[in-house]
């Protein structure tokens, strides 16, 4: 079922070529109304202050497309648990997100939980995020690249699931 609900969930810009539903949290209004400027009514609300907000808001609205992240967001929470906090709170969600500077650890954390948009606080511009919000609406083939990505995970996880039933069934035989 999940599946099916990422599936329509992506398809709907393909067929019905809608622009995302966009918020930014990087503690940087300045950053939200420039984005708005260039890229007109697709932003909504200021710039989220601390993650705290940014938890309520897509607890309150789950048709959120893209998320633009910081990930020295002001907050209780560290970056992996932030991070799990919101693909919890809606696992459709794409995420944009800005590191204050190279970091593997997190790079890999963040990549392993889906979000492979991103982007390094010193070398990142309004033109590159706006260029990637482009392909992210009109590129079909990335959408099924990341659409793709989950449903392999889900069998994967599906199978794997099934194999220790299995395996409970026979040693409950067993004993």
Same mark, same amino acid.
Not at 63 to 78: F, H, K, Q, V
Not at 134 to 147: R, T, V
């Given at each position: 079922?999940?599946?099916? !609900?990422?599936?329509?969930?992506?398809?709907?810009?393909? $067929? #019905?070529?809608? #622009?995302? $539903?966009?918020?930014? %949290?990087?503690?940087?209004?300045? *950053?939200?109304?420039?984005? #708005? !400027?260039?890229?007109? =009514?697709?932003?909504?609300?200021?710039?989220? @202050?601390? @993650? !705290? %907000?940014? /938890?309520?808001? /897509?607890?309150?609205?789950?048709?959120?497309?893209?998320?633009?992240?910081?990930?020295?967001?002001?907050?209780?929470?560290? /970056?992996?648990? *932030?991070?799990?906090?919101?693909?919890? #709170? &809606?696992?459709?969600?794409?995420? +944009?997100?800005?590191?204050?500077?190279?970091?593997?650890? +997190? !790079?890999? *954390?963040?990549?392993?939980?889906?979000?492979?948009?991103?982007?390094?606080?010193?070398?990142?511009?309004? &033109? @590159?995020?706006?260029?990637?919000?482009?392909?992210?609406?009109?590129?079909?083939?990335?959408?099924? =690249?990341?659409?793709? =990505?989950? /449903?392999?995970?889900?069998?994967? $996880?599906?199978?794997?699931?099934?194999?220790?039933?299995?395996?409970?069934?026979?040693?409950?035989?067993?004993?």
């Amino acid at each position: 079922m999940e599946n099916e !609900e990422r599936y329509n969930h992506l398809n709907k810009y393909l $067929k #019905k070529k809608e #622009k995302m $539903k966009i918020i930014t %949290a990087l503690g940087n209004e300045n *950053f939200n109304k420039k984005l #708005k !400027e260039k890229y007109l =009514k697709n932003v909504y609300g200021n710039d989220i @202050q601390y @993650q !705290e %907000a940014v /938890i309520e808001i /897509i607890e309150k609205n789950q048709d959120i497309d893209l998320l633009i992240l910081s990930s020295i967001l002001p907050g209780e929470l560290n /970056i992996y648990e *932030f991070i799990n906090l919101l693909k919890y #709170k &809606n696992s459709k969600m794409e995420i +944009i997100i800005i590191l204050e500077k190279k970091n593997v650890k +997190i !790079e890999e *954390f963040i990549i392993a939980k889906g979000i492979n948009n991103i982007y390094y606080n010193n070398s990142t511009n309004l &033109n @590159q995020i706006i260029e990637k919000i482009n392909e992210l609406e009109n590129n079909e083939n990335y959408k099924e =690249k990341i659409l793709n =990505k989950i /449903i392999e995970k889900n069998k994967i $996880k599906y199978l794997i699931n099934n194999l220790i039933k299995k395996i409970i069934i026979k040693i409950n035989k067993i004993l």
